[in-house]
């Protein structure tokens, strides 16, 4: 999505925008207004065949691709570029959401893999933890966090074979380029487990409504485009089962960050969703601004299970490493004086904004899971509570450390 030239566009189901029409009408994306209206205007939109030269079906407004007839085309370099070219757009300003039919046409790797994932499974019951997700209520499901270290360490040659899929880079390269970096969680829907709430993803999707109004509508806009979102079935889908429910098109909404909370919009989403039923071995892959949510598994005896990958752009990092736990206790003492002295609160924020880590993210959801909300306290989180509660300089060095323990992964 190029959004930084003045002349570039940003393509809408109606219409092309610029990004001085954006600047010029709407800076500040709002939860105000007739939010069903805006998101009705894209996802009413029809995905027509004929647009897609590689896609073998829509079902459900969505896209289906076919990897037996992909793999002799993406064996060249031009037919590659080609299918990637097809597949950014469709995730752009197509229906946003792409299935892929027997993406592991020997599911055996999987059958392999899904083993580590029970036995992690039962080993978390067994202590008796509850993993669950932030969008479902508890019970609803089992999650493993960070499965993907747990994998190579538990099993290295089943990782091996299972993330030498082509179809994994093909579709990550399109969307993100390349230098992309993949996450695993594995979801597990139980028998009468309850849907979702329909939402949108990772990043400005775990946030609330206030937070996300903080960022201009042009982070908006890039937010998706710093992640590809999908999914690995590691059984087979049926409808019955509870596969995901997707909103086609709907990641064309400028407000849809926003937006997944409205009464109405959860109402058109329940009324108007797609639910696409897989295979064991089929993969689907969606821009994270589309409104999806996992079905209600209503079968008695079935536990649906999934690999959800979450894969981040290259350019979500900074140019140096910085060690901001250890800059953030060299100036608090500092930080406290200024406090003391008179200080506005917006100078003393802006200094933390400066030292201390301002985003929960990432972090070991297993130990660092959200207290409240959909993200747990960043450093700069702890550096304004100590200074709002006054804690002694080694207080804060204890909060902060033990915060740096709980992001370490344990998988060993």
């Known amino acids: 999505m190029a959004i930084f030239a003045p002349e570039a566009t940003l393509e809408t189901s109606t219409k092309k925008v610029t990004v001085e029409d954006v600047y010029d009408t709407n800076p500040w994306v709002s939860n105000k207004g007739d939010l069903l209206a805006e998101l009705k205007t894209h996802v009413e939109a029809k995905t027509h065949l004929a647009d897609y030269k590689f896609a073998s079906a829509v079902e459900q407004n969505a896209l289906v691709y076919d990897c037996e007839k992909l793999r002799p085309i993406i064996a060249t370099h031009e037919g590659r570029r080609d299918v990637m070219a097809e597949l950014g757009r469709a995730l752009l300003s197509g229906p946003g959401i792409l299935a892929f039919k027997k993406m592991y046409p020997d599911t055996s790797v999987i059958d392999r893999v899904s083993k580590t994932f029970w036995q992690i499974i039962d080993e978390q019951h067994a202590r008796g933890e509850a993993k669950g997700d932030h969008y479902a209520k508890p019970g609803s499901n089992d999650r493993i966090w960070n499965v993907q270290e747990k994998l190579a360490l538990r099993d290295p040659e089943a990782f091996v074979d299972y993330f030498s899929n082509d179809f994994i880079s093909l579709i990550a390269t399109a969307w993100l380029g390349p230098g992309y970096q993949i996450t695993t969680q594995v979801n597990v829907v139980n028998p009468g487990g309850d849907a979702q709430q329909p939402h949108r993803d990772y990043h400005l999707g775990f946030m609330s409504d206030d937070q996300a109004m903080e960022f201009p509508t042009h982070v908006h806009l890039l937010s998706a485009s710093m992640t590809l ?41 329940a009324e ?43 350019f979500g990092r900074t140019l140096e490493t910085v060690d901001r736990e250890q800059m953030s206790n060299a100036i608090y003492p500092v930080l406290r004086a200024r406090k003391a002295e008179g200080w506005s609160e917006s100078e003393l924020k802006n200094v933390v904004a400066a030292s201390a880590e301002g985003y929960a993210f990432p972090t ?5 899971p959200p207290l409240k909300g959909l993200a747990p306290q960043s450093q700069a989180d702890l550096v304004w509570q100590a200074l709002s509660t006054d804690q002694t300089p080694e207080q804060l060095r204890k909060e902060l450390s033990a915060l740096a323990e709980r992001q370490r992964t344990d998988c060993a």
């Open 229 to 269: 979102q999908g999914a690995v079935a590691h059984t087979d889908m049926s409808r019955e089962s509870g596969p995901t429910m997707y909103l086609p098109h709907s990641q064309k909404m400028e407000s849809g960050y926003v937006a997944w909370r409205n009464a109405e919009v959860k109402k058109y989403f």
């Open 272 to 314: 108007n969703f797609s639910q696409l039923a897989l295979n064991k071995g089929d993969g689907a892959f969606f821009n994270p601004a589309v409104f999806h949510a996992a079905g209600t598994n209503q079968t008695k005896d079935f536990k649906r299970m999934a690999n959800l990958t979450q894969i981040g752009s290259a």
């Open 364 to 368: 070991n959801l297993d130990r660092d």
